[in-house]
T-cell receptor, first 114, second 117 residues
């Protein structure tokens, strides 16, 4: 059973546009929601993360929006650039029940056209 | 400050063989988790080591085993390799915060690409 569901599977955006990736979860014990960026042949790199006590977190062009009641969170990439072309994974964990074990979505392959 | 390092980078084995993958955590980190990432999929949790003990385990068979050394480095061993074990094996390190907020962050290494023929 997929603990974290991610959509879309692939996304094509024009340079300067906004990329939006959505994730949903079921386990209400999750209390940490990171996003990872992965380039081909590389390991995932932490991009930005949020805790459920805030509804939004912004770091540069990257913003996480979090809706606790809907059990959904999303990544927004503003002013998307060709260098942002990569696979993005949302994840969730719980320090209490899963000791920080990360449950990943299936990933979204983002392509930004120049 | 070196990040998480893994060795080897690539490995080719045949069915039935055994393999050992190695991981050195980020400086200051004491917890190591291993993940398997099949092509086109998200990483799947194998197990986590803390204080040289396996603290929790994902849904992987006993063919997958591990070890953590006193210097916090870790090994992943896979016995009786199957074609389906072909994947990118990722090591992630973190610091056990004992409940504190920011140290839940897990940093991933570059991975070891295992191909089973």
């Amino acid at each position: 059973q997929q603990q974290v569901k991610q959509s879309p599977q692939s996304l094509i955006v024009q340079k300067g546009g906004i990329s939006i990736i959505n994730c949903a979860y079921e386990n209400t014990a999750f209390d940490y929601f990171p996003w990872y960026q992965q380039f081909p042949g590389k390991g995932p790199a932490l991009l930005i993360a949020i805790r459920p006590d805030v509804s939004e977190k912004k770091e540069g062009r990257f913003t996480i929006s979090f809706n606790k009641s809907a059990k959904q969170f999303s990544l927004h990439i503003m002013d998307s650039q060709p260098g942002d072309s990569a696979t993005y994974f949302c994840a969730a964990s719980s320090r209490g029940s899963t000791l920080g074990r990360l449950y990943f979505g299936r990933g979204t392959q983002l392509t930004v056209w120049p | 400050d070196a990040g998480v390092t893994q060795s080897p980078t690539h490995l080719i084995k045949t069915r039935g063989q055994q393999v050992t993958l190695r991981c050195s955590p980020k400086s200051g980190h004491d917890t190591v988790s291993w993940y398997q990432q099949a092509l086109g999929q998200g990483p799947q949790f194998i197990f986590q080591y803390y204080e040289e003990e396996e603290r929790q385990r994902g849904n992987f068979p006993d063919r997958f085993s591990g070890h953590q050394f006193p210097n916090y480095s870790s090994e992943l061993n896979v016995n009786a390799l199957l074609l389906g074990d072909s994947a990118l094996y990722l090591c992630a390190s973190s610091a056990d915060s004992g409940g504190a907020y920011l140290t839940d962050t897990q940093y991933f290494g570059p991975g070891t690409r295992l191909t089973v023929l």
